[in-house]
């Protein structure tokens, strides 16, 4: 039986005889779909998704009135409708390989596997991944080349670039790598260049803020203390602390729940407060009307998890006109 997935609540008139269609792995809440939404409106239709984590599927669900299915290894890839799009913000996980020999076949035993295996069954037009800028040096460098060896070999020309988040209009100094793939060699493809506008941290805060949402004494002692002793090891490890004028905060991090240490705001005549979930979802550029139905501890986790959404937006406009731009060549 066919995989069957429900409307969404961003864009309810989904239909459409010429849009493009797309499947969303390792889905998380839903980022790297919001993005392309964006981009593509009415264009783009999702037919399928992916996401183990229940929590994430939860809000997936609240905001795009369809919940993606589970865990991707028992995904049967030929039981998945026809479609035109892969987004994956999928997991790094080194290859036990020494170097890489045979692409495709040595990504078994990993999640990228589970990509690859369903980009070789469909052969879909556009495969956009998305992950940490670490990616590039992972397992000195086999985890990357492994990758893009993969990709070529299943008919893919593949163009990749680190982006940073600050430079997309949001106040966050965020580097990750993002991977465009395009089936064959004919579609010509840059990566968008950065937005001229000036951001700063006070511009996804909120006036009024619960008290619950500042640290405690002990916490923010033990906040001081920690990056005392951090300096006198000679390393800048420890709490960051931000004001409404800081141009960004540092990345926000899927740990963020426990201690807030790496994003503080800075509050007059009190210690410093946490981001609320809110805040830590503008600070990814997630609209406010981005329904967040879970504790602030997942509602922390699944932020952090996530992506920038703009700078998802930027590159899945180049990718439209992209692939826009090849149909008017074919027709001319």
């Not at 069954?121 to 492994?146: A, C, I, M, W």
Request: hydrophobic share 35%; proline share 3%; with cysteine.
């Amino acid at each position: 039986m066919t995989y069957i997935m429900g409307r969404n609540l961003f864009n309810m008139s989904i239909d459409k005889k010429n849009s493009y269609k797309a499947i969303d792995l390792f889905a998380g809440i839903g980022g790297i779909r919001l993005g392309f939404e964006q981009a593509f409106g009415e264009e783009i239709e999702f037919v399928f998704a992916s996401e183990i984590d229940k929590y994430a599927r939860q809000t997936y669900y609240a905001n795009f009135a369809e919940e993606p299915f589970g865990d991707i290894t028992q995904i049967d890839e030929t039981k998945i409708e026809k479609f035109d799009i892969l987004l994956a913000g999928f997991p790094c996980q080194a290859f036990s390989v020494a170097g890489y020999r045979k692409g495709f076949e040595d990504t078994r035993g990993t999640l990228f596997f589970d990509v690859a295996r369903i980009i070789k069954y469909h052969k879909p037009k556009v495969v956009f991944l998305e992950n940490v800028k670490g990616l590039v040096g992972h397992d000195k460098g086999k985890t990357f080349n492994v990758i893009l060896e993969t990709l070529r070999e299943l008919g893919y020309r593949v163009e990749y670039k680190i982006l940073n988040a600050k430079d997309f209009g949001v106040p966050q100094n965020r580097e990750r790598i993002y991977i465009v793939c395009f089936l064959g060699d004919e579609v010509e493809f840059e990566f968008p260049n950065k937005i001229e506008i000036e951001v700063k941290v006070g511009d996804i805060l909120d006036d009024k803020i619960e008290d619950k949402y500042t640290i405690s004494d002990k916490l923010w002692a033990g906040h001081q203390r920690r990056k005392i002793e951090h300096k006198e090891k000679g390393n800048g490890f420890g709490y960051s602390i931000f004001n409404k004028n800081s141009s960004y905060t540092s990345t926000i991090s899927a740990r963020y729940y426990k201690d807030g240490s790496e994003i503080l705001i800075e509050q007059d005549g009190k210690n410093p407060r946490k981001l609320t979930p809110r805040e830590a979802g503008r600070l990814q550029g997630f609209p406010d009307k981005f329904h967040i139905k879970v504790s602030d501890v997942q509602a922390y986790k699944q932020f952090g998890n996530s992506v920038s959404v703009p700078v998802i937006k930027a590159i899945a406009k180049n990718i439209l006109n992209s692939i826009k731009k090849e149909k008017q060549d074919e027709c001319k």
